[in-house]
């Protein structure tokens, strides 16, 4: 089974500082873990993804995350906010042989970023 | 080119009538699926097809109804809409098990009145 926590369900931080948004998976197989950004009433459009091969995953924006095996985080991380950085982001996982790609998805984090 | 579209954008209509949503995708994926994100943001999976073929049918009412005429094309029928089919609904595709990543549509808002 697989299953993903997000933790916050909104996180406000200033233009310029950290943003870490947090996730917890667990899988019963090699996961494939995704973070996807939803701008208001737009579709879902993907962060960044690991699959297999390097831990630390650079995404689009300047996003990234890392990957630990045998420990559950897969955490969000980006240097320095952008005003255009405030959306909604989901984590998600899947894996190989499940359910012929069943991604299941955290209830998402609203960021909001403040001038 | 737009990889995975669905129409209509908009969708506003009365109680028990029956509408459709389709979705077509140009990536060759060979997976193809439907959610449902509620108000609330939570996003659901509802079906997934394989070339043509049903692989997930979650639980879902049964006046939902997919339909998928070949590998790149997989519609959503809904019989006797109820208010509380009021939602967005993605199309998704993928190559199998989901290795390469989701490629959604930009969603369908479906408001019954």
């Known amino acids: 089974a697989q299953s993903v926590t997000q933790l916050g369900s909104h996180v406000s931080v200033s233009e310029g500082a950290l943003v870490l948004l947090r996730c917890n998976y667990s899988s019963s197989v090699p996961p494939y873990l995704f973070w996807y950004v939803q701008y208001p009433n737009q579709g879902l459009q993907l962060l960044l993804k690991y699959t297999t091969g390097a831990t630390l995953v650079k995404g689009i924006n300047g996003f990234e995350a890392e990957f630990k095996k045998s420990e559950t985080p897969f955490h969000l991380t980006k240097p320095s906010a952008h005003m255009s950085d405030a959306a909604e982001y989901f984590c998600a996982v899947s894996g190989y042989g499940v359910s012929q790609g069943n991604l299941k998805f955290g209830k998402g984090t609203k960021l909001s970023v403040k001038p | 080119d737009t990889a995975v579209s669905q129409t209509p954008k908009y969708l506003v209509t009365q109680m028990g009538n029956d509408k459709s949503i389709k979705c077509e995708q140009n990536l060759g994926h060979d997976t193809m699926y439907w959610y449902k994100q509620d108000s609330k943001k939570f996003l659901k999976i509802m079906f997934s097809y394989n070339n043509k073929e049903l692989i997930i049918n979650e639980t879902v009412p049964n006046r939902f109804s997919p339909k998928s005429p070949d590998k790149a094309h997989l519609n959503l029928h809904i019989n006797s809409l109820e208010l509380g089919d009021s939602a967005v609904y993605f199309c998704?595709?993928?190559?199998?098990?989901?290795?390469?990543?989701?490629?959604f549509g930009s969603g369908t808002r479906l408001t019954v009145v």
């Open positions: 998704a595709s993928s190559l199998p098990h989901g290795a390469g990543g989701y490629t």
